[in-house]
């Protein structure tokens, strides 16, 4: 029940496509919910985060679509660009402030 | 503000031995957790300390233990090393108040031979 389950493992897609990232859950106590991404050789950056009373969050080419119903919500990269290639994770925070993340999402952005 | 920094960034070590790594918070932030990152088990929780308290734990044996000092930076101590210890890990603060975003300072990768 602690669990997030993020998909796909990989994504390629070209330069200027939508890069589209999925994460589902099954704790309603969930209370936040953060996306990183990481560089090789980095730590993992956050890039934007939504609250469950929020339906979509949207900051520059990134979005956040939030599914309470449904347990899920999805990273949407408008325009994608070589330089966004690298591994998002998803997370959700408990109510006592742990993080649980998702497995992570290799994307590569063809030129 | 500086941010998240991670002392050594490498470490080699040998099975049997033990180690400690440092972090230093974001200046005011006074939640620190721990994680482990590999390539098959991806981020891995370990523990947070919030004000020299461990206030949440992961699922990993006791050979891995924290602390956290009255100025918010904590150590983390992994003894009796094994092979499979060997992993990349991260320390992120977190401030106080209901957004509590996390960041990650760069991490430290650990080989154990």
């Known amino acids: 029940q602690q669990q997030v389950k993020q998909s796909p493992q990989s994504l390629i897609v070209q330069k200027g496509g939508i890069s589209i990232i999925n994460c589902a859950y099954e704790?309603?106590?969930?209370?936040?919910f953060p996306w990183y991404q990481q560089f090789p050789g980095k730590g993992p950056a956050l890039l934007i985060a939504?609250?469950?009373?929020?339906s979509e969050k949207k900051e520059g080419r990134f979005t956040i679509s939030f599914n309470k119903s449904a347990k899920q919500f999805s990273l949407h990269i408008m325009d994608s660009q070589p330089g966004d290639s690298a591994t998002y994770f998803c997370?959700?925070?408990?109510?006592?402030?742990?993080?649980?993340f998702g497995t992570g999402t290799r994307l590569k952005v063809l030129a | 503000k500086a941010g998240v920094t991670q002392t050594p960034r490498y470490l080699i070590k040998t099975r049997g031995q033990q180690v400690t790594l440092s972090c230093s918070p974001i200046s005011g932030h006074r939640s620190v957790s721990w994680y482990q990152q590999t390539p098959g088990q991806g981020l891995q929780f370990l523990f947070e300390?919030?004000?020299?308290?461990?206030?949440n734990k992961g699922n990993f044996p006791g050979r891995f233990s924290g602390r956290q000092f009255s100025n918010s930076r904590s150590e983390m101590n992994v003894s009796t090393l094994e092979l499979g210890d060997s992993a990349l890990y991260l320390c992120?603060?977190?401030?106080?108040?209901?957004?509590?975003?996390?960041?990650f300072g760069p991490g430290t990768r650990l080989t154990v031979l």
């Open positions: 939504i609250r469950p009373d929020v």
């Open positions: 300390y919030f004000s020299e308290t461990q206030r």
């Open positions: 992120a603060s977190s401030s106080t108040g209901p957004y509590n975003e996390q960041f």
């Open positions: 704790n309603t106590a969930f209370d936040y």
């Open positions: 997370a959700a925070r408990t109510g006592t402030y742990k993080y649980i």
